[in-house]
C-alpha cells in the first residue's frame, strides 16, 4: 500500500514537473518567435531604408549627371569641350596679348568682339542649366593661361589676363550673377601659369597656343532634388 501510494506520488511530481516544463518551453517558444518576428520585422525596415537610399543615391548621381551634361552645352561656335578635362576652351578665337602685358585692348576689336560673344554663350548656358535645375549651384571658373617660356611672373600674369577678360565682359554687360539674372553662380579668376595639365602641345615657350582662356564650370556639391 505504501508503495503504491509512493509511486503515486512519484508519477503526479513527475506529471506537474513535465506540465511545467512543456510550459516553460511553451512560453520561451512563444518568446522566440515574438523576438524573431520582430528581429524580421526590423531586418525588413532596414532593407527597405537600404533599397529607398540607394534609389534616392542613384537619382542624386543620374541628376548630378544631367546637370554635368547641361554645362557641356556652351555654343560650339565659340568653344571647344574636351571630354578628358571637362573644360571649355575658345574655338577658332586667336587670344593674342602684348608679351607680358594684361590688356584687353591688346587684342584687336574684332577678336574682342567675339569674346563678348562668347560670354553671352556662357551666360545664356547657365540660364538654362538655371531653368532647367533651379536647385543646382555652379562655379564659373575663368583661368588663364601663359606660354612655357620662363617668365617669373607667368601665375600672375595668367591671373590679371583672366580678370582683364571677366572685367571685358562687364563692361559689355555680361554679368554671371544676380545682375545677370543669374541666381545660382560663383565665378572664380584662377591663373595656373604654365602648370596647368591641360596644355598645347608642344608645350614650349613659340607655342602661342598656351596664351589662352580656360572656362571650367562645375556644379557644386549640395542638395540635389
Known amino acids: 500500500m505504501k508503495k503504491n501510494k509512493k509511486e503515486s506520488f512519484f508519477w503526479t511530481s513527475y506529471s506537474d514537473l513535465m506540465t511545467s516544463m512543456f510550459f516553460i518551453m511553451l512560453v520561451l517558444f512563444v518568446v522566440t518567435v515574438a523576438l524573431l518576428h520582430k528581429e524580421m520585422l526590423k531586418i525588413g525596415e532596414e532593407r527597405e531604408a537600404m ?6 543615391t542613384l537619382a ?3 541628376k548630378i549627371k544631367e546637370i554635368q551634361e547641361a554645362t557641356q552645352t556652351i555654343d560650339t561656335t565659340y568653344f571647344r569641350f574636351d571630354e578628358n578635362f571637362k573644360r571649355h576652351t575658345l574655338r577658332n578665337i586667336e587670344v593674342s596679348f602684348k608679351t607680358y ?9 574684332d577678336v574682342r568682339k567675339t569674346l563678348a560673344e562668347a ?3 556662357i ?18 571658373i575663368v583661368e588663364g593661361q601663359t606660354s612655357n617660356d620662363g617668365y617669373v611672373r607667368n601665375y600672375e600674369l595668367s591671373y590679371e589676363r583672366a580678370l582683364s577678360l571677366v572685367k571685358f565682359w562687364s563692361s559689355q554687360k555680361i554679368y554671371f550673377d544676380e545682375a545677370g539674372g543669374i541666381h545660382n553662380c560663383e ?16 608645350d614650349n615657350k613659340n607655342n602661342a ?10 556644379p557644386k556639391p549640395g542638395e540635389i532634388k
Open 51 to 56: 533599397r529607398i537610399e540607394r534609389d534616392v
Open 60 to 62: 542624386q548621381i543620374n
Open 101 to 109: 602685358s594684361p590688356d584687353i585692348k591688346d587684342i584687336p576689336k
Open 119 to 121: 560670354g553671352k554663350a
Open 123 to 140: 551666360r545664356e548656358s547657365l540660364l538654362q542649366a538655371q531653368k532647367d535645375n533651379p536647385d543646382a549651384k555652379f562655379l564659373l
Open 187 to 202: 565665378v572664380i579668376i584662377s591663373g595656373s601659369g604654365k602648370s596647368s595639365k591641360f596644355r598645347e602641345l608642344p
Open 209 to 218: 597656343k598656351n596664351q589662352r582662356f580656360v572656362i571650367h564650370i562645375i
